[in-house]
Nanobody
Framework: QVQLVESGGGLVQAGGSLRLSCAASGRTFGSYALAWFRQAPGKEREFVAG???????AYADSVKGRFTISRDNAKNTVYLQMNSLKPEDTAVYYCAATSKLLEIFPFMYDYWGQGTQVTVSS
């Protein structure tokens, strides 16, 4: 069982930055692929970025060059550094973990955090 708790969301102006954190419980954290998803009102949950157990990363095209995902296995934490934020980045951001391979589909993930709101004003 893995429990995930996100933090770091908030209100920021366009062009600004935020760093999201996701703290996880569980002794096998290092073996999980971890990802950030987001969901805007009226839209489906979408993949933002992910990192597998060996450190390989993947990003949605919409955030490449602006967002960076990283993990610290010693702290059982995964981060999402978000720079050059745009109003269209406004959404609830969720951290997710899977014991399987890194995937972009939400249904492939076993564990989810409660979400943290990110609002980017224009």
């Amino acid at each position: 069982q893995v429990q995930l708790v996100e933090s770091g969301g908030g209100l920021v102006q366009a062009g600004g930055s935020l760093r999201l954190s996701c703290a996880a419980s569980g002794r096998t954290f290092g073996s999980y692929a971890l990802a950030w998803f987001r969901q805007a009102p009226g839209k489906e949950r979408e993949f933002v970025a992910g990192v597998n157990s060996s450190g390989g990363r993947a990003y949605a095209d919409s955030v490449k060059g602006r967002f960076t995902i990283s993990r610290d296995n010693a702290k059982n934490t995964v981060y999402l550094q978000m720079n050059s934020l745009k109003p269209e980045d406004t959404a609830v951001y969720y951290c997710a973990a899977t014991s399987k391979l890194l995937e972009i589909f939400p249904f492939m993930y076993d564990y989810w955090g409660q979400g943290t709101q990110v609002t980017v004003s224009s």
